[in-house]
């Protein structure tokens, strides 16, 4: 290394020690990576991501000082199917949650006595796709004895009789059936009894009413599924209905057009998506946008369940929302790494000692460069409030108090106002951390006072430079997905911080503060 | 003309050494954890210099709790003044020095006047943790004021000139007097802008200098050569020194020491920590003192012995000097 030192050193057996604990956890770390990529054959880089959907249903009407009550299905949540980072934009609306209708469906309903002029209500999620294997719930899994035809005349009563004898007669058993009829009903000649029979409602649930209501006779569990398909990212998806039924042990979906293989149902049932009540000129938009997730790669999963000691290793048993939470736990000490790196060899200073990785993590809920400006726009105000609050001389714990206080409402004032001008800082602001913000405010105005501006902003600048370099190595798509899928390498991060713990040679900064003894005399 | 970086191999000649180091090899190796606190602690020093005979500035009190605030008033009626201190400050911040009192409140050593009101908020500070490592509720202590000896007085300007004395293994290696100026605001603090003199370890005879870690041979304010003045008590101060290390147990210390014009050399604080920055003050490496001490068993030898093996190591690297 450049800057090893040529002394002798007494403490060999904390030196050797240390370098043996170092090496045994770098090389298992290592093994265990070679192990999984070249063996196993695990992807090295995140190209076989999964990929993630963002949904929004955007509601856009107008009100006349009438009460308005707005409802409109989401996604239902279930074990096997998680939402992540649910958000509603409600407005002055009331909102309230219809967590169990009717069908296994989920409602939102927002209310207003009064609005005026045109308004906006959102909803946003994120969601992963369905197939053709994704299974249905239990209750669908039932097959029963099938029941009576709840037709209400007598004509249709015939009819269906007819069609059904029909049917009967050109099939060898319940699936040729179902076959059969499905391929009759949405053919472009009806013939006279099933025209007969079509139900009142717009097409095609007309027709898919019919064949839930026929299934139903057989006694095979149906259901009529509307919702998305997932092709490509649009500004406006348009929802389709799709049937969904068990039979013969089978989870099917009969498409009426094409055959996606990736979709997401939204509601069940023959409901509209949005029903308004008191407005005017409402319009529902629906848009899909596909993202990529960098970890739970699912070849990664599929390779990794035959092996005992990778399964330990592996998180894709864990829900998505943990799996999330993980992605991000999983890149701190890569942060950690590069903080020590830059305290022990290159001897920035910072205001605090993991201050920096923090503030790094706080930028990811705001991105780089609102989170720069952020941070320096509160610890900017935070100063000055501590500067005048020298004067009242207040004890050190009620000061710290106040100031975090003030930090809370200066966040709260930046939320509303960013609010109002549809900018997205509002809502990332709220986890921006402020205890981190309070201490980082009381060191710099200690080191103000102590010994001048200058030097706090050198620590306050050299805390932003370390948290920067931190966020960005820590948000890197690669150093993600590498720790997401090999989490062993935090065996080799522990390494390398045992072996910079004895690293003796100067600091980059050192080498400049003892420059004018390097000139020979 | 400085150069932005230095040359590594002569660094390396010089047997400078980095912080990483001193953390490692003196700090960490030398000075048990459990022994830090005996110096952290200033009022722990200080009764343990008392009881081993070491003189140290006279304590006039201390303020623990908000019932010892009711004595605060009479302990600054002391005649000749007092300085308050946190027990566990660090880098001699938040100490105050009064010299005497005046209309209104006190007079402080760099001549502003302070009410009685503003003193105790600055001991309530000290007392809630202002100063202290990790924020932990503090005591305050408050000493005599030591009326410093002239010796110094032309290369000094306003305020309090202090001798370090490096210490390894019960062995005194290096030492620098610390001088105050206009930009440390009467502090010998060198973070602050004071100024670092080496000191001759044979005689106590100041050398050339350094400010902000630039070399230089005139005190900045007063213009007078830093080099040739002979610190009195010599001999005196390098046996408080070596004492210390028999008190402590520390194996690396810093011994700062103020001379009293009255009572002669005292002993005003011990760092478990000193700094490195005394290497450019001695314009050499602190690994050509340190590696000779730390290859001999110091264990069995007495205070003058070990006094006369520093001052042995000392020549081998510095050629001495003679006062002017």
Same mark, same amino acid.
């Given at each position: 290394m450049l800057l090893t030192t040529h002394a002798t050193r007494p403490t060999v057996t904390s030196e050797l020690h240390s370098r043996i604990l170092a090496l045994g956890l770098i090389l298992a770390g290592v093994f265990v990576f070679l192990h999984k990529a070249i063996t196993l054959d695990y992807p090295i880089f995140p190209d076989e991501t999964r990929t993630v959907w963002n949904l929004e249903i955007l509601i856009e009407f107008a009100a006349d000082n009438r009460p308005v009550r707005i409802e409109s299905f989401l996604p239902a949540k279930s074990e096997e199917r998680e939402l992540v980072d649910e958000q509603f934009y409600s407005g002055p609306f009331g909102l309230r949650l219809d967590q169990e209708g009717e069908n296994g469906n989920r409602k939102a309903i927002w209310t207003y006595r009064y609005p005026e002029g045109p308004k906006v209500l959102r909803y946003r999620t994120t969601l992963v796709e369905e197939t053709r294997d994704t299974p249905l719930p239990p209750e669908m899994q039932r097959e029963n004895r099938g029941g009576d035809v709840l037709f209400e005349t007598s004509l249709e009563r015939q009819a269906f009789l007819v069609w059904m004898s029909n049917l009967r007669r050109q099939s060898a058993d319940k699936e040729t059936l179902v076959d059969l009829m499905l391929q009759e009903l949405f053919s472009t000649n009806l013939s006279d009894e099933v025209a007969a029979l079509v139900r009142p409602l717009p097409p095609p649930l007309d027709r898919l009413e019919l064949a839930r209501m026929v299934l139903e006779t057989q006694g095979v569990p149906a259901r009529i599924a509307n919702g998305v398909i997932l092709d490509d990212a649009r500004r406006r998806a348009e929802t389709v209905s799709w049937l969904e039924y068990h039979l013969n042990g089978k989870d099917r979906r009969y498409f009426t057009l094409g055959n996606p293989s990736v979709f997401f149902p939204l509601w069940y049932g023959l409901d509209e998506l949005v029903d308004a009540d008191g407005v005017t000129e409402l319009s529902t938009q629906l848009s899909l946008q596909p993202s990529r997730l960098a970890g739970g790669s699912g070849a990664a999963s599929g390779l990794g369940n035959d092996d005992p000691l990778l399964s330990l290793f592996s998180f894709d048993k864990l829900p998505l929302t943990t799996q999330l939470v993980y992605q991000v736990l999983l890149t701190i000490p890569v942060g950690i790494l590069i903080l020590v790196f830059l305290r022990q060899f290159v001897g920035i200073q910072t205001l605090g000692t993991f201050m920096p990785v923090l503030i790094g993590i706080a930028f990811r809920e705001t991105a780089l460069l609102t989170g720069l400006l952020l941070f320096s726009l509160l610890i900017g105000l935070g100063l000055a409030l501590r500067f005048y609050l020298e004067r009242l001389k207040l004890l050190l714990v009620p000061r710290l108090a106040v100031v975090l206080v003030f930090i809370v409402l200066c966040m709260a004032v930046i939320t509303t106002l960013t609010a109002e001008s549809g900018v997205r800082i509002g809502l990332s602001i709220s986890l921006f951390p402020m205890v981190i913000l309070t201490m980082t405010i009381e060191r710099m105005s200690i080191v103000w006072e102590e010994y001048d501006a200058a030097e706090a902003m050198k620590q306050g600048l050299g805390s932003l430079a370390v948290a920067s370099l931190t966020y960005l190595a820590m948000t890197n798509s690669q150093v993600e997905y590498m720790m997401f899928n090999f989490p062993e390498l935090l065996l080799v991060i522990m390494g390398l911080c045992l072996l910079m713990g004895r690293y003796m040679g100067m600091r980059l900064s050192e080498l400049r503060r003892f420059r004018d003894l390097s000139r020979p005399e | 003309m400085r150069p932005f970086f230095p040359s590594l191999a002569e660094l390396n000649r010089k047997g400078v050494m980095g912080l990483n180091e001193r953390n490692l090899r003196l700090v960490t190796e030398l000075n048990p954890r459990h022994l830090m606190r005996l110096v952290n602690d200033k009022s722990i020093t200080k009764n343990l210099a008392i009881a081993a005979g070491i003189p140290t500035p006279e304590l006039v009190g201390t303020i623990r709790t908000s019932w010892d605030?009711?004595?605060?008033?009479?302990?600054?009626?002391? $005649?000749? *003044?007092?300085?308050?201190?946190?027990?566990?400050? &660090?880098? !001699?911040?938040?100490?105050?020095?009064?010299?005497? $009192?005046?209309? !209104? =409140?006190?007079?402080?050593?760099?001549?502003?006047?302070?009410?009685? &009101?503003?003193?105790?908020?600055?001991?309530?500070?000290?007392?809630?943790?202002?100063? &202290?490592? *990790? *924020?932990?509720?503090?005591?305050?202590?408050?000493? /005599?004021?030591?009326?410093?000896? /002239?010796?110094?007085?032309?290369? &000094?300007?306003?305020?309090v000139p202090d001798i370090r004395i490096i210490v390894l293994k019960g062995v005194p290696i290096v030492a620098m007097l610390r001088l105050p100026t206009a930009v440390s605001d009467g502090k010998a603090n060198l973070h602050k802008g004071g100024v670092g003199v080496g000191l001759d370890l044979t005689s106590g005879v100041s050398r050339l200098g350094m400010q902000y870690n630039g070399l230089i041979d005139q005190h900045p304010d007063t213009g007078n050569p830093l080099m040739?003045?002979?610190? $009195?008590?010599?001999? /005196?101060?390098?046996?408080?020194?070596?004492?210390?290390?028999?008190?402590?147990?520390? !194996?690396?210390?810093?011994?700062?020491?103020?001379?009293?014009?009255?009572?002669? $050399?005292?002993?005003? /604080?011990?760092? =478990?920590?000193?700094?490195?920055?005394?290497?450019?003050?001695?314009?050499?490496g602190l690994r050509a003192h340190i590696e000779p001490v730390l290859a001999r068993d110091t264990s069995g030898m007495s205070v003058a012995e070990r006094i006369a093996f520093g001052q042995e190591v000392y020549l081998s690297v510095h050629a001495p000097v003679s006062a002017s």
């Open positions: - | 605030m009711r004595g605060l008033a009479e302990m600054l009626a002391r $005649p000749g *003044g007092v300085a308050i201190k946190p027990a566990n400050g &660090s880098q !001699g911040n938040g100490i105050l020095v009064i010299t005497d $009192p005046v209309a !209104g =409140g006190y007079r402080l050593a760099n001549g502003q006047r302070i009410t009685f &009101s503003d003193l105790r908020f600055h001991v309530m500070n000290i007392r809630s943790g202002m100063y &202290s490592l *990790g *924020g932990l509720p503090d005591t305050a202590l408050l000493e /005599e004021r030591v009326r410093f000896a /002239e010796v110094f007085d032309d290369i &000094s300007f306003k305020g040739g003045l002979k610190t $009195p008590f010599w001999e /005196e101060m390098l046996s408080m020194a070596a004492q210390a290390y028999d008190v402590t147990g520390l !194996g690396y210390l810093g011994a700062d020491i103020v001379i009293d014009a009255d009572r002669g $050399p005292l002993l005003l /604080e011990l760092n =478990g920590r000193p700094g490195i920055a005394i290497q450019v003050a001695n314009r050499f």
